[in-house]
């Protein structure tokens, strides 16, 4: 499925009587730039996309952005302004062979025509590395002008090569008043939209589609043409209410891609929000990804995650909570078991934060990575056998519960080599505040412990 703002065209021509029978986001293809809308900020005055349009001075690009916001458009409009043949494939669709195909086609126009062709690549992300590779030569020989629509993030998902020889142009989805521009839009007009159905919709109407289009126009199309199908005529106009809209998006959902950028950008947003002690930010991104279609467990096993980076010893309930969260959804499963997590997150989200236990693994894990395997010492190893205890294992352990206090005050637990060495630092907030202050207590006992075997020494 195409990612383009609309549906594609043969041509730039009005509307002919073939095309009066395609989808109303296809009719409603902008044909010039002056009648795009959205993406101000690459195709305003001055802007580097928009000059390269206006000025029909192509060049190789990665457009990036979610579905319906006008990627498969602007790449038309940029043929169209060049005198370029614009010719299509889509990476779900097509393979080397297509790829093949594509460039001989555009071979022929330059050697017998000299027309430069816009190769346009739907969802380009989805080709491997070898299929990218082949546009390499092409590119560089000027055979294609490349331009590539992918909804992923393209640092990730393209090779280096293509990347250096493309500019990457970041798409937004359209905001609702762009959206209800839209909208206006194909119901006023005549030619191409709906303005001779005499549609008859108020404000809130219109405000209820540009909020379930998610910042997708194909979308709002869509759903507006499903709304016009579906509504009544009433004294020569066709009045669509709440009603008929609430038919129309009956069983829809937002834009949430399970193994894409949406998906990560907000299980981010919802980590962030923990960290950060915004249980109102927290619940709203769990919301949101339960409303994309999200499974409820994948949330609850980043609760757990979550409970011992960003909080820790200042709240060792946060654990228990998060864990007790992921029990109750695995027993009572959905929807029952999603008001545990519900629970767990805002917990999580009010809770005292700290980072130590974290950093502590860290950097514990780092220095047994980079360091040599250091023996454990003598007084700590375990005796069952009589030659351990010939060898005097465990002769000089101190057990701690006969010490005062239950601590062996200047006991050494680490490598003799690393026996100066500390990895946790517990913060100022919540419980840890108390650790913090009671292994700084063990410390001074320690020091004592220390001063006092020199002395005897």
């Known amino acids: 499925m195409s990612e383009s703002l609309f549906d594609d065209l043969d041509d730039h021509s009005p509307v002919s ?31 580097p996309l928009g000059e390269a349009i206006r000025r029909g001075l192509p060049h190789s690009m990665i457009l990036w952005g979610p579905p319906g916001v006008g990627k498969t458009t602007l790449a038309r409009m940029l043929a169209h302004t060049s005198g370029g043949h614009f010719e299509s494939i889509s990476a779900v669709l097509s393979g080397v062979k297509e790829i093949r195909a594509a460039v001989e086609r555009a071979q022929m126009l330059r050697r017998t025509k000299g027309t430069p062709t816009v190769l346009f690549v739907d969802e380009v992300h989805r080709f491997n590395k070898s299929q990218q590779d082949a546009f390499l030569p092409h ?9 590539g629509a992918s909804t992923e993030n393209p640092s990730f998902e393209l090779n280096n090569a293509l990347l250096s020889r493309a500019r990457v142009y970041l798409l937004k989805s359209l905001d609702e008043q762009a959206l209800l521009e839209l909208i206006e839009l194909a119901v006023s007009d005549s030619e191409r939209g709906l303005g001779k159905q005499a549609i008859e919709m108020d404000e809130a109407v219109r405000r209820k589609i540009a909020n379930a289009a998610d910042g997708d126009a194909r979308r709002a199309l869509n759903l507006l043409e499903i709304a016009v199908d579906l509504s009544e005529i009433k004294d020569g106009k066709q009045h669509i209410d709440l009603e008929v809209i609430e038919q129309v998006l009956l069983g829809g959902s937002r834009r949430f891609d399970k193994g894409g950028d949406a998906f990560y950008e907000q299980i981010s947003a919802l980590h962030k929000a923990v960290r950060g002690s915004s249980p109102d930010g927290a ?16 949330i609850a096993r980043r609760l757990v995650r979550m409970a011992s980076e960003d909080i820790g010893n200042a709240d060792p309930r946060a654990l228990q909570m998060a864990m007790s969260a992921w029990d109750a959804q695995e027993r009572l499963g959905s929807p029952e078991g999603e008001l545990a997590i519900a629970h767990a997150v805002l917990y999580l989200a009010s809770a005292p934060k700290s980072n130590a236990v974290y950093k502590a693994f860290n950097a514990a894990r780092a220095l047994v990575v980079k360091d040599q395997s250091h023996d454990v010492p003598i007084h700590l190893r375990n005796a069952p056998t009589t030659l351990m205890k010939s060898l005097d294992y465990g002769t000089q352990y101190r057990y701690a519960h006969d010490e005062p206090g239950a601590y062996a005050a200047g006991e050494n637990y680490l490598p003799e080599p690393l026996q100066d060495e500390r990895f946790y630092y517990p913060s100022e907030y919540g419980l840890e505040a108390k650790i913090r202050e009671k292994l700084d207590y063990l410390r001074e006992r320690d020091a004592q412990s220390d001063q006092q075997r020199y002395a005897n020494d």
Do not use: N
């Not at 709203?284 to 409820?296: I, S």
């Open 17 to 47: 009587d073939t095309a009066a029978f395609q989808p109303l986001a296809a009719r409603m293809r902008p044909q010039q730039l002056s009648d795009f809308i959205g993406q101000q900020h690459l195709l305003g005055p001055g802007k």
């Open 283 to 298: 619940l709203y991104w769990f919301v949101r990804m339960l409303d994309g279609g999200c499974d409820p467990l994948y």
């Open 139 to 147: 590119v560089e020989d000027g055979t294609l002008i490349f331009i």
